[in-house]
């Protein structure tokens, strides 16, 4: 696979079996038909069509909408249609920036197909003129992507959380990197996609960060979602890339966006500029 | 945000779709439709098209062509700023060219044309500096505005990287041995209605660290004057005025993100992002 369809094996265009909801006049997320229909057991939290789904208007306050929803899907993880439930929840925003409407368990967000905010570090060590990154690989019991391989540090931004604040936490716990150090770490750009997962609807945004680290660092994981490092020469990060679907879905296109910043594909290769504009397709928010 | 507002979106109702071997790889303006009409050898009109005639059936023939149209339009002076140099015609880059033309007609007929561009960058962190140069007056577009250390159209028939190492000599008189030591960053695309038609651009950009001591030279005249600036005063330029030709300003925001002086703590961040890599308005092959 080119690293241009690697970039396209995590989008998505045809919403066919989708129907839009709405808190108010803001489109907040996409219901697969059959949980839509599910939803027509609760009609006094939403309002069901057979185009679109509209949360009551008498839900007019964050702690109402947040105590409503979430009697919904407690009720949704009892058919066992929300599944994993984390304990943790996500805002659910009109749009980035904006103040939450209201808060939502993680387990259920794809299910309501609303947009997730994470953040991915790629943490690398500069040897002379070359440059490595650290690899992770994803413990065999994780719930997504089970030993996939992995950005050094990644997480979702849970609710109440700013997202330097969450990578500072994400630091700690994914690679036993000190605070001073995560610091350090620079925003280099975001990515946004929309992509089935699971049967559902995934709309993520990925604020990435570049972290630049001592040669004589070592990470260690301290939450049990990684099982071992890697420090991988880019050659070798582009031939996994290019050869396999070793990496997690949506960190090969930040691993992408990493090697084209780096200057290690360079403009008078074939399929550059593809490669180069075809990021774009990561970076449209809505 | 304001860099992003300059331009108002482009209404392509107002323009033909130019094709040539069936490929969309332009745009012309309905205004020129008279002028087109005069060359029936060679263009074929439609309602929303206007097609190079099918008898032009290869790279020299359909060059050929298109040099004797904006020859005369440039005798009529229709076509201004005449730089002998000669613009590949493709959907991409790298594809084989279809034909090639001036690059000055490249506008009217709203080619997708190529360039190369080069930050010069000194220092890091807070005391990151930028080489920064103002456009001559005579420059065909953008005079007298504020422009890269280096950057430059990407012609026929030499490779980036090549073309890369001879601009920094010609603009600003950095050796080859400096030069290829730039890096390959990030593309930057623009879709913008200009005076003369619709500017289409895709632009190769490349950070280069240069010495302290180092003082940029320029040697073709098309730059007047360089100056060193702090990247707050940059941030506060671009915030603030319309110094910055339109392109520049967008590898200048490019930069600015991928360097981590714009972060997600700014409200327009995701918008600033997406900005910078609008895919190129071509109808699909």
Redesign the interface.
Known sequence: MSFLERLHHCTISDLTGFRPWSIGKAQIGWLRDDVADTLRRYPSVFAVGDDAVVLQSHLADFDHRTAAVGEVVRALAELGIVQGWRNESFAVVAD??QPPLLRLERAAVPVFGVRAYGVHMNGYVRDGERIKLWVGQRAPDRQIEPGKLDNLVAGGVPFGL???TNLVKECAEEAGIEEAMARRA?????M?YRMLHQGFLRQD?L?LY?LELPADFLPTNIDGEIASFRLMELEEVAAILSDSEAFKFNVAPVVIDFL????Y????Q?????L??G???F???R | MRQFRRYPPVDFARYLKFIVADQHVGWVRRTRMDHLAAFPKVFAIGNDRVAMQDGLADFESRSAAMAEVLAAWREAGLVTGWRNELFPVNRGFGQPPLLCMERAGTPLFGILSYGVNINGLVGQGRDLHLWIGRRAAHKPVDPNMLDLVVGGGQPMGITVWDNLVKECWEEAGIEAEIARQAKPVSLTTLTIEAGEGLRVGLQFNYDLHLPADFMPNNMDGEVVAFQLMPVQSLIENLLNTDEFSYDIALVKIDLLIRHGYLGPDDPDYLDLVAGLRRPIAFDPL
């Open positions: 980035y920036g700013d997202p330097m620079i925003p280099v750009g975001a946004s945004t604020f570049d084209v910043r780096h200057g594909f360079k403009p008078d074939p399929g550059y500029a593809d180069a504009i990021l774009s397709a970076q449209t928010p």
